[in-house]
Nanobody, 121 residues
C-alpha cells in the first residue's frame, strides 16, 4: 500500500524555477531515506538527489549541485525538490522513491508515477 504521488511539474523557460512535491503514505515516512530520480525521453533513470530519513544529510548529482535543493517535512509525509536556474537538459520526468543504502550504493524500492518537467524557450 505504499503510495508516492508527485506534483508541481510543468513548462518553464531556461533560468526559471519549479518546486516539486511528493506526498507519501502507506509506510513510516520518517524511517526512510528518500530520493528523486529523473528520466528523460528515451533515456534511462538518472539519480538526482537523496535526503536521509531525519533530513540531516543531503546528496546531489554533480549535474544539479548548487541549483536544486532537496528537503522533507516528516510531519506532513512530504518530500520536496526546489529546482532553480533550470536548463534544457533538466527536462525529464521526475520521480520520488523510497531509498536504502546498501553496499556503498543507493537502491530504490518504491516509486511514484512521476511529474513532468519541461524546460524550453
Amino acid at each position: 500500500e505504499v503510495q508516492l504521488v508527485e506534483s508541481g511539474g510543468g513548462l518553464v523557460q531556461p533560468g526559471g524555477s519549479l518546486r516539486l512535491s511528493c506526498a507519501a503514505s502507506g509506510f513510516t515516512f520518517s524511517s526512510y531515506d528518500m530520493s528523486w530520480v529523473r528520466q528523460a525521453p528515451g533515456k534511462g533513470l538518472e539519480w538526482v538527489s537523496t535526503i536521509t530519513s531525519g533530513g540531516g544529510s543531503t546528496f546531489y548529482a554533480d549535474s544539479v549541485k548548487g541549483r536544486f535543493t532537496i528537503s522533507r517535512d516528516n510531519a506532513k509525509n512530504t518530500l520536496l525538490l526546489q529546482l532553480n536556474r533550470l536548463k534544457t537538459e533538466d527536462t525529464a520526468k521526475y520521480i520520488c522513491a523510497q531509498s536504502r543504502w546498501y553496499d556503498n550504493s543507493w537502491y530504490f524500492e518504491e516509486w511514484g508515477q512521476g511529474t513532468q518537467v519541461t524546460v524550453s524557450s
